[in-house]
Every structure is written in C-alpha cells, then in structure tokens.
C-alpha cells in the first residue's frame, strides 16, 4: 500500500491570478495579504492510509494554514530613485531569506538586484501568527504573496507608463531591467513612474504572475546581498548598534540552573569599580552596567550574591535519562506471523546546546511608559507581548526592532536575553546594550532536551511487516508561540487529542518507507526544571538516526544492501530519486579501506526529500590525531548529499543550508553534547562544547539540486541535517563495526578539558593575547 | 586614568580608560570599531581575530596597557587598505567570490585569521595543505567551513 504523495508534492498549477491593493500613497505602493490562499494545500483534511499525518498534511502546511485567517497585509514600495522597497515581516539570521526575497522580487518586477532593498519589519502584532521565523517556512510562506505584490507594482507601472506615452494599453509595452519599454524602444525607468503610478483611493487588483518559463533569476547561483559588509565589517547586528548611551551591560548569573537572587552583599563596592554605573536585580541575575563590556566581566566576577537554588538539585545526565526511561511507553506491536523476526533498536541523545554565535544580546531603551528595544527575535510579537507585560506597559507602548541576528539554531525563538535587557534598562532607569557571556550561553541558556528512541520493527522473508517508533524526550519548551500556530490548525488535524510537542512530532515525522504497519509517537516529560527549546530541525535528526540506523539493521538481519533495501522499500520517487543520486555520485559500495566505511541517510519533510551519503575515517591514526583543547575522533572524509526542495531560489543559498546542516549533523552524532552534573552544565566555552571545528570537516562534500520540476518551493533551512546525520552514524558503524547506540558517540568519554568554576560564573578575561602571535 | 597611544588601520589614536581593559573592547565601546565580534571573552572562538604589526591576535586577551604607541593595530574594517589599489583585499574579494558568509557574524575573524595563515605558509615557501586548513580553530557555528577552505585557497593565489 502506497500513499498517493501526487496531490502535496507536485502541485502543479498554471497562470497564476491574485488578488491584491493598490495602496494610496504618495508614489506607488502596492499591498497583498501575507497569507494568499494558494499556500494552503485543498486535500488537506482528509485522511490518508496507512500513511503518518505528516505525510499529508505537515508542519509546513500546518503554518500556512494558520496563517491564513489572520494575514494581513504586507507592503511594498517604489521610490522616485527606481528603488524598491519591502520590509520582510521575518528574521534573517544566516538563512539567506534577504537574498532570497530579494531575488524574487527583482525576478517578477524586472528590476535589477541591486535596486531591491529587503529589511526587517518591527515587530507587528497586526499580523498574528504570520510573523514568526520557524519550521523553514519563509519562502514557503511568502513566495506568491511577494510575487503577487511585485507583479502588481509591475502593473501599474506598465499602465502609467502607457498613459505618459500618449494612450498607449500596457499590453503594448514590456519591462525590462528597471524601466518600461515602448514599442519604439523608448524606456522609461521605473522612478520616473513612481509618483503618476500612485493612487489616490486603495483599490482591489489582480494581478497576473509571470509563468515559471520566464523566470530568469529564480533558480539562478547568486550571493548574498550583504556579502560585501560581511567580508569588511560594515554588517551590523544587535551589539553593533548605535543607539545613544546604551552602554555595555551583563548579567552575573546564577551558580544553579534557574536559580534566583536573595541579595547581593557587595553592591556600593562594585559600584565603585572602574567604568561601572549601575548595579541592579533582575529576575535572572544581577545586572551591571558600565563603560566596556571588559568591565562589566569584572563586576560580574566580583559581585558577591546571595543565591537561592532552581529546581534542578543535585541532578545529572543519569536522573534525566532514568525519567525518560520511566515515561516511555510500551511497544505495540501488532499480532504477526509467528516466523517473524523481531528487530528492536534503543538510542539515546544526549543535550545539545542551540547557542549561535552571535551571544544572547539586546538593547534595550525603557523610558517612563515606553520602551524601545533592538533584537533578533524569530517571533518579535510574542516578544513584544512578554515585553510589555514585564515592564507593565500596554502593548503598544513597546516597540520592537528586529535586527539580523548571527545565527539562531532555535536560540533566537525566545525572548530571554531581550526581557534581561528590558528589565535592566527599565532598573536602571538608562538604556543598556546587553550580552551574555558565553559561559551563560552554555550554562543558563536553553538546551535541546535529551531524549531517547526506539524502534521496533518485525520482518518476514524480505517484507517489513511493522515499524514502531516511540520517541520520549526531557520537555521542549514551545512557549515562544511557535505552538500557537499549530494548535490554530489543530482542530483541522487528521489527528487525537495530542500536546503541542506532540503535534508538531506528528507533523514532522512522515512515513518514508513501505513497512507495513507503521507509527512513530512522542512521549515528553513535563517538569520545567530546564531552559530548553528545540534546535535546528527539532525532533527530526534525532528521529531519523534511529530510525535509518535501524533501517541499516533490518537490512544486515535479512542480508540486503542498505542502498539496494532502501531503494526497494521507499514509499515516494522524487526520495528513491535523491538516493539512487547520492549512491551514484558516491559510489555505494566501492572498497574501502580497513576503520573505514559508508553510510546512508534518507528523510523527506518540509515538501522536499533529501539523501546522504557519507564516508568516514575510524582508523587508529586518525582517531587519535592530537589537537590542542579539542575533539578529534574519527573524521568524516566525504559527503554526498542530494536534496529536491521542490523549487529554488537561490542554489548558492540552498547549498549553503545543506552545508550547515551537515556540518551540525556531524557534530551531534560525533562530536557535541552538553553534560549534566550534579545540578548544572558542566560546558561553558567553544573548546568545550564541541561544535564541529575546521579539524572535523570533511575534505569532499558534494551537494546535489534535484530538479524534480515541480513549480512549488519547500523549505531548506533545516533539511541539512537529519539525512546528514542517519548517514554520518551508520558511516561509523560501517567503520567501526558497532552500532552506535549513544549520542554523540564521544558523550561517555572522559572530558577533554577542565570544566570552569561555576561561581563566579564567568571564567577572567586573559591577558596572554600578545604571547600567541607568531 | 592612564592615556593609552596605538595605532588602529592607519590612524593614531589616544584612549582614556584603565590599563587592564581589554583591547577588544577599547576597540568595540570605545573607539566604535566593531568589526572585531565578541564570540567567548577566551581567546577560544577567534571571532575578534585581527592584527597587530600584520600578525594574527585576538584582542580579547590582550590589556590596552600591553600596546605601545608604535603597535599597529589592524582591524578587518582596515585590512583592504594593507593592499595596494582601491579594491578589497583578495582574500575579501575571494570571500565574495565563494559567497562564503552565512549569517556572517564571525567572518570578519575567519578572514583575518585565513590571511595570518596564508603569510605564514608562504614564509615557508609552501602551498595552502589541508592540515593547515585544519589549525584554524576560529568558529563558525552556521558550518560554511568548506567554503571557508575553498575562499582560503583561492585568496592565497591571489595573495
């Protein structure tokens, strides 16, 4: 039994008519709905055989469909310069949406790059849940509605033009690279047009968009737009900002997770240490401010606090792990045939940390009755909802700027180090420019949750008769209204009575392959003794390790080649597509040498399907290669990995995605957990959580863009890493000869390195800098 | 409070602040160079990687007090000017060229570091290897690291 991917992958549609404004403004301004209805897929509601809800109806699905009641509209403009103009109601955080966006529009406006500009829209509570950064849905989300816009604009500019050339109708006259070409091959740029093309009155249009045939940058290589102040400094985020007297301001964090401060003993001495300006209590430390953030350092190492202890006690990895054990529920696995085998697989993973580079950072300018404040936040109107009720501010007293943030990782969905610097600012009565230290980082911020997996599957002859998976995870804080959007659908789900966590595990977890009887549940633990939140993928990389590592065992029980058992078993093409692609490219199946091996990884989500293959160095010599303060271990040496995203728009920007996904798949399979012990993080730098580093990265990747024709895009800023990942742990297991069971599979090893004091809760600056110049 | 005098990208400057404070953020809150990023405060991440009389430091480990008035401090924002011409460095240029920068945050480190790297291979009259690619320790937690290998070998042709 097969279910029919036909109706949600392919969604073929033809010339495209929408419906949008023509907005009254001084020169041309054209509006549409952020949500137009030809991102919510029909057939959605009904019910699939034997398939898993997310292979119907997914996450992605799920966003667009929320969003749908509550769009508003998004606006875009043409200036007397030719300029245009389109503040993108998301968060920009590497991902490459500005770009992205960027391209779209010039594509369906023929107007050069250049001459778009793409910044961030404030927070704007108008729009509900339709301003939220998640689930890779950005260009899934706005791709029609970006274009309807442009190709409104586009419109009117070929009907002012037609009138200024004495009558003639638009249809006469073609665009081309910034202006409107008559028939004589007259041009006129599009800024001269910009003010005779405004209106007077908002009115309804429709606009035609360009058939996918004419789309010339669409689909294209380009780089990103800010690729020149990235390289010369000039790209600024939250703590490059200039906003007057924001001066530098940390947090002195507690000694305990979540713990909180009774009093501090030393506050007039820290006041007077050099450069410092204010001292102050927040709930989640103590505030100081002063002239550098070096001395903000000092005054959080001096500062002498009365804390009272979290929730978490005396707890380590154990305690959680012994918890998880105890809420997982029982296999059910239905009556088969008595000469079938049984295969039984248990993972376990341990906490990862989702910290970008960029620190936790805000500013923060809190006045008496308003508040501005400066961010990057993935959901700014839940933001702006926490903020004010924090500082006692109705809403719209606050305001909320957000800033491209370095990087997210699932970070930047919450608020915390933005209500920090609200709260501190609005203490000290001064605006702050706030930062964590990277110890807190690790330490106070949040976690991805360890969880475990297991798998049953029973096998008769070569068939998969059944396939249970029970996934039971440390609690997933979903409290930045991220959940919002999902329970708004939830009634519209072909699914139970289930949590948010559990929604949205149904939503991402697809079947991928013919097995018979197939289920894959969620099971969370409740207590909130953790900061957590989900990082880049959620569940899924997790979920698809165990599940492709079994995969690769049900096919070692019944004697079958894990490409060749694969192949035979998945339910859809355009996924059987990328696989046979990566085992072509990567030569499946070639001799390796001994401590070495290959390995595969499939998943499909975000309407996309992706394929990995990765080849790995366990050998003795490279495993025990030496470097300073660091994790070696065995190395991927080559990956390849196929992705059909459905359309793209920007294959520099796609592969770059994959890239880091991979890159993060070999850290969190190899290389990367946090410890608990004995109540807290034992990581608190970069030397110690062991994110992948120059000397882990594979030295051949191949990243290859399916093209499956379908003329919808999916979603790619996560889908890096489960394929990645499934493929990066049965890689190792083909070299090293055992299943890993573990992750990362270094998690048990001794420590390599000596974890820092936890009070104070910053390590000293150093001052041996001048020492290393060589 | 002790007046310090260095150089930063061409310029002498003169800063009034404590001899301890740290290069980094003299440069950062004070002098509003902000291209060096803060990543850890360690001397780990190399996110503030830049460079003193042409050599890579990390001035989040070095106490303004430590420089004298004849330390040249060069920051990315000044490394195009370290070249002859109106142009980008030609590690910047091959940066751009590998559309290497993600969310961009520690790239302003990565590059300068690359171009300390590439000078000390060429002193020793080799090419680029992979295990030197492997000594950089600077983070780039969005994981552009084979770009980051391809832009360093390209630039150092250029270099």
């Known amino acids: ?774 | 409070m002790p007046t310090h005098t260095f150089r930063v990208n061409g310029e002498t400057v003169r800063v009034d602040v404590e001899n301890d404070v740290r290069l980094l953020w003299v440069l950062r809150d004070i002098l509003g160079v902000r291209g060096p990023k803060y990543g850890c405060g360690i001397n780990v991440c190399k996110a503030c990687t830049s460079h003193i009389n042409g050599k890579a430091f990390n001035p989040c480990a070095v106490p303004v007090g430590d420089l004298r008035p004849e330390d040249e401090v060069t920051t990315i924002e000044g490394l195009a000017d370290t070249v002859e011409g109106d142009g980008l460095h030609p590690m910047q240029d091959a940066w751009i060229e590998h559309d290497v920068a993600q969310c961009g945050y520690c790239q302003p480190g990565q590059i300068m570091a690359a171009v300390d790297l590439v000078r000390r291979v060429k002193e020793e009259g080799r090419a680029i290897s992979d295990a030197d690619l492997d000594t950089l320790r600077n983070i780039c937690r969005c994981g552009t690291y084979p770009r980051i290998r391809d832009a360093i070998r390209s630039g150092s042709e250029k270099m």
């Not at chain 1, 549609?13 to 419906?19: D, T």
């Not at chain 1, 073609?174 to 009115?203: C, E, F, M, S, W």
């Open chain 1, 1 to 774: 039994m097969t279910v029919d991917y036909s109706a949600l992958g392919q969604r073929k549609v033809g010339r495209r008519r929408l419906l949008g404004y023509l907005v009254a403004a001084p020169t041309l301004a054209v509006a549409v709905r952020l949500a137009s209805d030809a991102n919510v897929p029909g057939h959605a509601l009904t019910i699939p055989t034997p398939g898993l809800p997310a292979d119907v109806f997914d996450l992605s699905d799920s966003q667009n469909y929320a969003a749908k009641p509550t769009a508003h509209l998004i606006w875009m403009e043409i200036r007397e310069d030719g300029t245009v103009h389109f503040a993108l109601p998301r968060t920009e955080v590497g991902q490459g949406i500005v770009t992205s966006t960027a391209m779209i529009i010039a594509d369906e406006l023929d107007v050069p790059l250049q001459d778009v500009h793409v910044t961030l829209a404030d927070s704007r509570p108008e729009l509900v849940m339709n301003q939220l950064t998640g689930g890779s849905n950005t260009t899934m989300s706005t791709y029609y509605p970006i274009r309807t816009a442009a190709a409104i604009a586009r419109g009117a500019l070929l009907e002012a033009a037609g009138l200024m050339l004495g009558g003639l109708t638009p249809t006469a006259l073609h665009t081309d690279n910034g202006a409107v070409v008559a028939p004589d091959g007259r041009r006129i740029p599009y800024g001269d047009l910009a003010k005779d093309a405004a209106v007077d009155q908002t009115t309804e249009v429709e606009a035609d968009l360009k058939p996918a045939t004419d789309l010339k940058l669409v689909g294209t290589t380009v780089g990103r737009t800010d690729a020149r102040a990235a390289v010369t400094g000039a790209k600024q985020f939250a703590m490059d900002i200039e906003v007057p007297n924001a001066l530098p301001t940390m947090v002195c964090k507690p000694p305990t997770i979540k713990g909180t401060v009774r009093s501090v003993r030393n506050q007039a001495a820290v006041l007077e240490m050099p450069g410092v300006t204010h001292v102050a209590i927040i709930p989640t430390g103590v505030a100081v401010r002063a002239r550098t953030f070096g001395q903000c350092i000092d005054a959080v190492r001096a500062l002498d606090v009365d804390w009272a202890p979290g929730e978490i006690g005396s707890d380590s990895d154990e305690d959680v792990l012994a918890r998880i054990r105890k809420a997982e529920i029982p296999m059910a696995v239905p009556e088969v045939p008595l000469l079938a085998k049984t295969v039984d697989t248990d993972f376990t993973f341990a906490f990862a940390s989702n910290a970008p580079l960029d620190p936790d950072c805000a500013v923060a300018d809190v006045r008496t009755g308003s508040a501005e404040i400066w961010a990057s936040l993935k959901v700014p109107i839940v933001a702006q909802q926490e903020l004010a009720e924090a500082l006692g501010f109705p809403m719209d007293k606050v305001t909320v700027h957000v800033v491209q943030g370095g990087g997210s990782f699932g970070r930047r969905l919450f608020t915390d180090a933005a209500m920090d610097a609200a709260l501190a600012s609005q203490a000290m009565g001064a605006p702050v420019r706030l930062m964590w230290h990277r110890a807190d980082a690790c330490r106070q911020g949040r976690v991805h949750p360890m969880s475990t997996s297991r798998v049953r599957a029973t096998v008769l002859g070569n068939d998969v008769l059944t396939y249970e998976q029970r996934h039971t995870s440390g609690r997933t804080d979903f409290g930045h209204g991220f959940g919002d959007i999902i329970t708004a659908s939830a009634a519209k789900l072909p699914v139970g009575d289930y949590s948010i966590s559990q929604f949205i595990y149904l939503l991402t977890t697809g079947a991928h392959y013919n097995f018979g009887a197939t289920t894959s549940l969620l099971d969370e633990l409740t207590d909130r003794k953790l900061n957590t939140g989900a990082m880049r993928n959620i569940y899924s990389p997790n979920v698809a390790v165990a599940r492709e590592l079994t995969v690769d065992k049900i096919a070692r029980t019944i004697g079958k080649d894990p490409y060749q058992f694969r192949r035979g078993h998945i339910r859809n093409d355009r996924l059987r597509t990328v696989l046979d692609r990566v085992a072509e490219a990567g030569r499946w199946g070639r001799s390796m040498p001994r401590h070495h091996g290959q390995g595969l990884g499939i998943h499909s989500e975000y309407h996309g399907h992706s394929a990995c293959l990765v080849e790995i160095d366990a050998s003795p010599a490279t495993v025990n290669r030496d470097v300073r303060k660091a994790v070696t271990g065995p190395r991927v040496t080559k990956v390849v990995f196929a992705v059909d995203v459905g359309l793209v728009i920007n294959r520099s920007g796609l592969k770059a995605q994959m890239m880091g996904g991979i890159m993060d798949a070999i850290a969190i399979v190899l290389t990367s957990s946090l410890h608990l012990k004995d109540g807290n993080f034992l990581e608190a730098s970069w030397d110690n959580y062991a994110y992948t580093r120059q000397w882990n990265v594979p030295f051949d990747i191949e990243i290859h863009l399916v093209d499956s024709g379908i003329e919808e895009p999916g979603g790619a800023g996560e889908f890096g890493v489960p394929a990645a990942a499934a493929a990066v742990a049965n890689a190792y297991w083909a070299a090293t000869g055992n299943m890993p069971t573990h992750f990362p599979v270094n998690h048990s090893a001794p420590l390599h390195y000596e974890p820092y004091p936890y009070n104070p809760p910053v390590p000293p600056s150093p001052t041996s800098g001048l020492d290393h110049v060589k």
